[in-house]
C-alpha cells in the first residue's frame, strides 16, 4: 500500500504537466507544486510555497493578472472545472503561454482546495501570432467547403467576410452569412459558375491545386475579383474538403479595366461623332464623347438619369415619323432584350436634329462591355465621305452586274489588287465563309490593305490557288453552301487585270451540285468501337480513324459524351472554345468543324453514326460500340472497365469523370 502510495507521488510531481494545488481560502497560497512545474519555470519549490502569501501570483505576466485574478475568483465560488489561459515569466524572463485546468473540491473541514494542470501552449500560440502577423500584412481571404455538387461553406474567416462585404445579420432580416455558407455558388455570377465547377472537378479528380482570377458577387450585388488557388484536402475529421486563399485585385483590376476603356474610347472617337455610357446596373448615362457639340458638351462626364434624359433627348432632336422606332430601340436595350446571342450588335439607323439645326441622317450602335455597361455610339452618315464612297460603289457594282449574278453566280466579290496586297470592296451574304472571314469582320477590312497570304490564310484555299487566280483569271475551289449544308465544286472567274487601279471583281458559280467526299472505298468491316476510358480514339473495324483535324475529333468525343442528347451550336462552342463567347466568328467556325467531321465519317463510310437535325447534332448510340455505354449499362461484364481516367484529351469531360468516380464508391 505504502509502495502504492509513492507511486502516486512521483506521478503527480514528475509525470503531470505542472501540477500544483491551490488552497483558495483565505489566503490564497500554494499547499503543494510538483517537480514538473519547478522546472517548467524554473523556480524551486520553497521559492513557490508558502502559508501566509500567494507567491504563484507573482510568476504571472503582468499584462495577463487581472485575467487570472478573475479566473481564482470563480474557481472560489463553487466545486466545478475551469480552464484559463495566461502567461508565466520564468525565472530566465522569458515568457510562457499555459493553459490551467483546475477542478475544485471542498475537504472534510470545509476547505476549498483546487487542483490544478498546466499546459504548455507556447508552440502553438506563436504559430497563432505568426498566422496573425500574415493576415495583417498580407490580408487574404480563407474559406473552406465541402465536396458535394452543391459546395457548403464550413469556414470563412473575418477577411473574406469582408471582401464580400457581408451585412451585420439583425433581427428579422436575412442573415445573408448563413445563406451563402449553404450554397458557395451564391458568390459566383451565374455567367462563371460552370467555370468555377469544372475548375472544381478538376482539382477533386486530378487532387493538383488551382490558381488563377475569378469574379466574386458581393452581397451588395458589386463584383469582387480576386486572385487565389484552389486545393483538396482532408479536414480533421477524415473527411474531404475544398480550401481557397483569396486575395482582392479589385482595384488592379478596376484600373487595368479603365485604361483598356480608356484607349478603346479613343479608338471609338475616330469614327463616331458622339459616344454615351449606358449603365444599367445604376439606371444612369453618361456622355463620354460629343467631338465639342454645343448641345452636348456641357453635359460630358456628368452621369444623368438613364429613362428621362434619353426620353428627352430622343423628343427634342429625333423627327417626328421616326420618334417611335428610336423609342422602342432604347427601350428594348433598357429591358435587355436588344443584344441576342450569336448575332452582331445592334444598330438603328434615324433622322434627327444637328446641333446647328439640320436635319441629318444618323447611325447608332450599342457595344457592350459588360452586363451592366454598354456603350451606345452614332455618328452623322452625311458626313462620312467614305461611307459615300463605298455606297456609291457597291451601288454600282449590282447596277452593272446584278442581271448576271441572279441568273447563274453563286456569289460575287470584288477587290482592289496591288502588288501584293489586297483590299476587299464587295462581297454578297454567301461569300463572307469562303474566305473564312464573318461578315462583321469584313466590313474593317474594306478599310485597310491586306497581304494576300495572309487574307487567304484564313480560307480552305491554298494561296498558289488564289494567285494563280489572279493571275491566269481562272480557277476551281472547293465551297461550301451553308444556305443547304453541303460543298459543291465552284469555278470563280476573275476580271482582268488593267493597267489602272480598278477594282477586279470575282464571279462564282456552281459546277456540281453533288456533295463530295474523297470516296475512298470503306473497309468492309463497318463496326464501330469508341474507347473513352484513357485517350479518346475511334475504330471502323479494326482501324482507328485518322483525324485530320484536332477540332472535329473534339466534337464527335462530346457527342460521345452527351450519351445520345443532341447539342446545339452554342453549346459546343462553349465546349470547344472555353475562352471565346459565341459569335459570328465561332459560328462560322464550328460549321467549318461540323463539316470536317461530317466529310471523315463519310470516308470510313459511318456517316449514319451521328445525325443533324435544324443544327443540332449528336451520336446515334445504337450504331456505335462504346466502353463508356458499356460501363453504365450495369451489366457485370463491363464493371472493371473503368479504371480511373475519361477523356484524358479533353478537361471538359472532367464533369462525367467526377460521375463516374463517384459511381465507383457505391
Known sequence: MKNTLNNMENILSQNISGFHVYVLTDPIHLSYVSENLCEMVGFTENELLSESEDLYTALVHPADRKTYSEFIYNLKQKEQTLTCEYRLVKKDGTA???????????LDKGTLVGYSVLTDVTDIKKENNNLQFLNETIPCGFIKYTCEKQPKVTYINKQMMDFLRFPK?????????ELYKDNIFLMIPMEERRRFALYLNRVYTAGAPIAGEMTLLRCDGTRAYMFGWVTKCVNEQGVEEFQSVCMDITERHQAKKANETKRYIKALTEIYDKI?????????VNCLYSNNSPMFKWLENIPM????????????????????????????FRQKKLYKLGEKPPQITYRAKSSSGEIKTYSGIFLKMDDSV??????????????????????????????????FTEGVAAFEVSDNYVTPLYASDNVFEFFGIAKDEWLPLMKQSTLIKDFVARSEVAYEDFAELLRTGEAEFTY??????????????CSPKLPTASPRYVLLFNIDDTILS???EPPPDKAVSIRTFGYFDVFVGEKPIAFRNKKSKE???????????????EEAISFLWEDEPVSSVTLARYRKVALRLKNILEEYGISDVVESVDGKRRIVMEKVQCDLYDYLSGKEEYSQLFKGSYLTNYSWGETTLAELAGNMLF
Do not use: H, P
Open 96 to 106: 510562457l503561454y499555459v493553459s490551467d485546468t483546475v477542478t475544485t473540491k471542498k
Open 169 to 177: 445579420a439583425r433581427e428579422g432580416e436575412l442573415d445573408y452569412l
Open 276 to 284: 454615351f455610357e449606358y449603365d444599367l446596373s445604376n439606371n444612369t
Open 305 to 332: 438619369q438613364m429613362e428621362d434624359a434619353t426620353d428627352k433627348w430622343i423628343t427634342g432632336t429625333v423627327v417626328q415619323e421616326e420618334l417611335e422606332k428610336v423609342k422602342s430601340f432604347f427601350n428594348d
Open 374 to 407: 454598354s456603350f451606345y455610339c452614332c455618328r452623322c452618315i452625311a458626313d462620312s465621305e467614305e461611307a459615300d464612297t463605298l455606297r456609291n460603289e457597291n451601288i454600282s457594282l449590282k447596277e452593272n452586274m446584278q442581271e448576271l449574278v441572279m441568273q
Open 480 to 493: 461550301y453552301d451553308f444556305n443547304v449544308e453541303c460543298e459543291r465544286r465552284i469555278r470563280a472567274i
Open 518 to 520: 474523297e470516296n475512298k
Open 555 to 569: 466534337l464527335f468525343a462530346l457527342l460521345v459524351d452527351r450519351r445520345g442528347g443532341y447539342i446545339t451550336s
